[in-house]
């Protein structure tokens, strides 16, 4: 925990120079009064300054972003977050030379991390947090793929008449498949098998 000790006339001066300090609002720390301020002699002579402690009451956001900019300071390499937050939680969009290897194969290492990044911000917070991490709108370009996948293999069941199982894949990723044949009129889609290996399943109506 982050914590500083300031002193001041009131303690409402104590609090706002320490404020200043840390260049956030009161709402960012708890205040604890250490000790009142006290006329002396004659209102002059010995009188004592309010003296108060105050700590920073940590942000999620912050702190997850503080989490993944120590992985990428240890794997060496230079990554930028763009945050954009919204109603549930917030959009990391990640850019960089060396994506590649945080988004891993078919974005694995990216789900990964994305998990992890959860479990670090909802440590910090009251309520349910979602953050949402992509890495130069990977994850739009592989709904994009999953969905022309999707359609290309319905047309493939209806023209050979056989089901088709595709490949592993979370649930996030089966919802896209389902989504973009549910109103299908000729094919229907399951899931079957236990994860991490459930796979989707597209088959005739």
Aim: proline letters at 3%.
């Amino acid at each position: 925990m982050k914590k500083i000790v300031v002193t001041g006339k009131t303690i409402e001066d104590a609090v706002k120079s320490g404020l200043v300090q840390w260049n956030v609002t009161e709402d960012r720390v708890k205040i604890h009064v250490l000790e009142q301020p006290s006329r002396g002699l004659f209102g002059l002579i010995g009188s004592k300054e309010a003296k108060v402690e105050l700590e920073l009451i940590p942000d999620p956001l912050e702190e997850a972003t503080l989490f993944l900019q120590e992985i990428f300071k240890t794997m060496q390499i230079s990554i930028t977050i763009d945050q954009q937050k919204d109603k549930e939680g917030a959009l990391f969009n990640m850019s960089g030379s060396e994506l590649g290897i945080l988004i891993g194969k078919r974005g694995q290492t990216l789900d990964a991390l994305q998990y992890l990044v959860n479990i670090v911000a909802n440590r910090y917070s009251d309520s349910h947090i979602r953050i949402l991490l992509d890495a130069e709108n990977f994850r739009e370009r592989r709904k994009k793929t999953l969905e022309e996948l999707a359609v290309r293999l319905a047309g493939r069941v209806i023209k050979t008449k056989k089901e088709v199982i595709l490949e592993p894949m979370n649930a996030q990723e089966r919802k896209i498949i389902h989504s973009e044949l549910q109103n299908h009129p000729s094919v229907k889609t399951y899931s079957k098998g236990d994860e991490p290996n459930r796979r989707v399943v597209i088959a005739l109506k």
